[in-house]
């Protein structure tokens, strides 16, 4: 119940940012509340040994969200499915906190190897990432991008195959 009270609070920040705050009610309300709520309830089932028992939230989630999230697939605090159509996450990937997808991301293995995602994560719809990639803290993965290799904390990884940007320096007028 703890990480999906830090899932909603996070997905509070990501539509309130820039703007009013926004309320509880309409964040649960949103698209991908009930795919988060399921992905939680299977990972907790799973934790407690029940796996079999698992794969009822895990096929609801599908049917109802169109969204497979392995039933051993671990992510931290903060994790928002902002539109779950799509997103198609092995039971392998690890996912660090405040990680956030679009619709249509695949986090998926490659030859037993898979990805691991650090914090503060934001991955665009559409991306993928496959294989034994490291994604670092503070990086983004752009819309469509095909991600093949690690991604530097604070980079941005762009286009097929996805090429590292780093992050723009602030500029200073003093």
Request: hydrophobic share 45%; with cysteine.
């Amino acid at each position: 119940m703890k990480l999906l009270l830090s899932d909603l609070r996070a997905k509070q920040v990501l539509y309130g940012d820039g703007g009013p705050p926004v309320s509880l009610l309409k964040v649960l309300l949103a698209d991908g509340t009930l795919a988060n709520a399921l992905y939680r309830l299977q990972a907790w089932l799973a934790r407690c040994g029940l796996a079999p028992l698992a794969l009822l939230p895990h096929i609801l989630n599908k049917w109802l969200n169109g969204c497979v999230i392995g039933v051993k697939a671990q992510f931290g605090p903060g994790f928002v499915l902002i539109h779950p159509v799509g997103v198609v996450i092995n039971s392998s990937v690890r996912g660090g906190r405040n990680v956030w997808l679009e619709s249509g991301v695949v986090i998926g293995e490659n030859r037993g190897a898979f990805p691991r995602l650090g914090d503060d994560i934001f991955v665009g719809s559409g991306a993928k990432i496959i294989g034994g990639v490291q994604v670092g803290d503070g990086a983004r993965v752009g819309a469509n991008a095909v991600v093949l290799h690690d991604v530097p904390p604070g980079h941005t990884a762009l286009g097929i195959p996805a090429r590292n940007r780093p992050p723009s320096p602030v500029s200073s007028n003093g």
